[in-house]
């Protein structure tokens, strides 16, 4: 492990025990490429054949906003978390509305949430999951009818800008997407993020003409590229929101939820995928496996031995190796 993975390593200890520095939201960016490896190791035969990462910090809760931040006259309705309630993250009311990660394999979606303390596992939030997961012998509640509608929700706000262009004419009659469907489902997303792409053009009216020519030029370029795993959907998404300027405007910040819906829609890019009518299941990991697990309606799988780290770790994976060696000196006993 080089000298800059090895003061990554001593950083990711000491900001642990720091106070006031949430450790959840590092790791949970530093696991991502391994996320998928980490669960079907822990799985194993459980999963029903490819899994996948579909999307990061999609909204548990209607009243989510997209980063917390509050849009002008617009509140969010936080969900209760004493564990979480002095965090800054959790100051503006809906930190504890996303789940880490979402996979999907052949028949199932899986809510994937990452723990760091077990203090940080509080009932408030189990009784939020077990709201979502799908109940047994029954075939709701499912993507769609939690997730889908609920991004769907957080995209179509006036605030977005985005509503304006979901209208479609059928038959001589202008309806609104959301109208024509009845529930949610894998052509209700697709319908929204065609609608939302072939207006690219108006979504900021300040824009000329040559730089939005220069942006199409930008995102043809993207599409194109071979460099990254991310799908062309996520690339555009991703190019609009850094050109506009959303990530950095209060205002607009639900605009970043595009992001996440580009991601789902690579997903359904593939024939073989479907996404609205899967069933949910719930998937905790935690350094070790503690008392508390008995109350989670879910798999718990252990972080420390996993075995997918160790093996990228043994393959010469120099992020692998620094996490494994960052998790053996913060929850080693003694």
Do not use: H
């Not at 991310?230 to 929101?241: F, H």
């Not at 905790?284 to 799988?301: A, L």
């Amino acid at each position: 492990m080089n000298d800059g993975f090895n003061r990554l390593k001593e950083q990711l200890v000491n900001d642990y025990f720091t106070p006031n520095i949430k450790a959840e939201v590092t790791f949970d960016t530093l696991l991502t490429p391994y996320i998928v490896g980490i669960v079907k190791a822990a799985l194993g035969c459980k999963v029903e054949g490819d899994l996948v990462l579909v999307a990061k910090e999609l909204s548990v809760n209607d009243e989510a906003d997209s980063d917390g931040d509050k849009g002008d006259n617009e509140e969010t309705t936080p969900i209760p978390n004493e564990n979480v309630a002095n965090d800054k993250k959790n100051s503006n009311g809906n930190r504890g509305n996303k789940v880490d990660y979402v996979l999907a394999d052949n028949n199932f979606i899986y809510l994937v949430e990452l723990k760091t303390t077990e203090s940080s596992i509080s009932d408030e939030q189990i009784d939020i999951y077990k709201s979502v997961i799908t109940k047994e012998n029954s075939s709701e509640p499912n993507f769609g009818t939690v997730f889908g509608q609920r991004l769907i929700n957080i995209l179509c706000k006036e605030k977005t800008g985005f509503k304006k262009f979901l209208i479609e004419e059928k038959d001589g009659v202008k309806k609104e997407i959301l109208q024509d469907d009845e529930k949610c489902g894998d052509n209700t997303l697709r319908r929204i993020w065609n609608a939302i792409c072939e207006n690219r053009d108006n979504l900021n009216p300040r824009e000329n003409q040559k730089s939005l020519e220069n942006l199409k030029e930008k995102v043809e370029e993207n599409e194109e590229s071979e460099d990254s795993e991310e799908g062309k959907n996520c690339k555009i998404a991703k190019m609009l929101i850094k050109r506009y300027g959303w990530a950095r405007k209060k205002y607009y910040s639900s605009r970043k939820y595009l992001l996440s819906l580009g991601m789902i829609i690579d997903y359904l890019d593939n024939p073989k995928n479907s996404l609205c009518n899967k069933p949910i299941k719930l998937v905790y990991i935690e350094p070790r496996k503690s008392k508390s697990d008995d109350k989670i309606p879910g798999d718990v799988i252990e972080l420390v031995d996993n075995s997918c780290l160790k093996e990228k770790s043994e393959e010469g994976d120099e992020l692998a190796e620094c996490l494994v060696a960052a998790f053996e000196a913060i929850f080693q006993d003694g």
